[in-house]
């Protein structure tokens, strides 16, 4: 049984940071690659960055140069560093492993 579960989320200033944490649980963490997507109302999920099994990584367009995704195979945690916020970057915010498991999410708002 895998569980993922996200922390990190909260109200930051255009401009801001912030750090999401996606903590799993089993034992098939560093045999997968884990992504971050995200969800904003009225638009699809997205797949905002993901990282490989040997740490390649893959960003959307939009966030490229501004999001840095990690991992650690020892804690069975991957990272989303945020930098230089945006409002259209208000989510929710969902970990995902292996294409199969979900998190339930982490609310990012961007706002003045």
């Known amino acids: 049984q895998v569980q993922l579960v996200e922390s990190g989320g909260g109200l930051v200033q255009p401009g801001g940071s912030l750090r999401l944490t996606c903590a799993a649980s089993g034992t098939i963490f560093r045999f997968s690659t884990m992504g971050w997507y995200r969800q904003s109302p009225g638009k699809e999920r997205e797949l905002v960055a993901s990282?490989?099994?040997?740490?390649?990584?893959n960003y959307v367009d939009s966030v490229r140069g501004r999001f840095t995704i990690s991992r650690d195979n020892a804690e069975n945690t991957v990272y989303l560093q945020m930098n230089s916020l945006k409002p259209e970057d208000t989510a929710v915010y969902y970990c995902?492993?292996?294409?199969?498991?979900w998190g339930k999410g982490t609310l990012v708002t961007v706002s003045s």
């Open positions: 995902n492993l292996g294409a199969t498991y």
């Open positions: 990282i490989t099994t040997t740490s390649r990584t």
